[in-house]
């Protein structure tokens, strides 16, 4: 997929470290979300992705 932005942003290649490190940190952004608004959904959703799918609840 990051082939496809190469010819629009001729660096991006350099910055695959970046954007996985960023890619990352969805499914706690997601927990964080869960927990300060109040929303089950995003909760499980991000202790799904951070637990490998294993979520008591």
Same mark, same amino acid.
């Given at each position: 997929?990051?082939? !496809? $932005?190469?010819?629009?942003?001729? =660096?991006?290649? *350099? $910055?695959?470290?970046?954007? +996985? /490190?960023?890619?990352? *940190? /969805?499914?706690? !952004?997601?927990?964080? /979300?869960?927990?300060?608004? =109040?929303? +089950? %959904? %995003?909760?499980? %959703?991000?202790?799904?992705?951070? *637990? =490998?799918?294993?979520?008591? =609840?």
């Amino acid at each position: 997929m990051l082939a !496809l $932005m190469v010819p629009h942003y001729p =660096g991006i290649a *350099t $910055m695959r470290d970046r954007i +996985a /490190f960023y890619r990352s *940190t /969805f499914p706690l !952004l997601d927990v964080l /979300f869960g927990l300060d608004h =109040g929303d +089950a %959904a %995003a909760l499980e %959703a991000g202790l799904r992705s951070l *637990t =490998g799918g294993d979520v008591q =609840g």
